[in-house]
Nanobody, 118 residues
Framework: QVQLVESGGGLVQAGGSLRLSCAASGSIFSINAMGWYRQAPGKERELVATITSSGSTNYADSVKGRFTISRDNAKNTVYLQMNSLKPEDTAVYYC????????????WGQGTQVTVSS
């Protein structure tokens, strides 16, 4: 009964910006950490950024200084502002959240494609 729905992906030129959103809905009591991961073709899924319920953040070295993760706890939503995008940022981006509801478990969104052209 819990869903994560992502939006905001698309095609952008190198140097451009995109903002991803991920909204959690359903039987939710609270949400601990939320995060963004990505998977490029032929590669394993990798962490991009995480944020705790109190706002502490963690970033992959490859995106530090370019990406910013934030969340709105009232809306159960996490965001990823991506600036200075590079072709190597091209991937499917997935939202992840540790949710306390009927179950206590991590949930994944369906993924949203980000393509950066050179």
């Amino acid at each position: 009964q819990v869903q994560l729905v992502e939006s905001g992906g698309g095609l952008v030129q190198a140097g451009g910006s995109l903002r991803l959103s991920c909204a959690a809905s359903g039987s939710i009591f609270s949400i601990n950490a939320m995060g963004w991961y990505r998977q490029a073709p032929g590669k394993e899924r990798e962490l991009v950024a995480t944020i705790t319920s109190s706002g502490s953040t963690n970033y992959a070295d490859s995106v530090k200084g370019r990406f910013t993760i934030s969340r709105d706890n009232a809306k159960n939503t996490v965001y990823l502002q991506m600036n200075s995008l590079k072709p190597e940022d091209t991937a499917v981006y997935y939202c992840n959240a540790d949710i306390i509801g009927i179950l206590i478990r991590a949930y994944w969104g369906q993924g949203t494609q980000v393509t950066v052209s050179s």
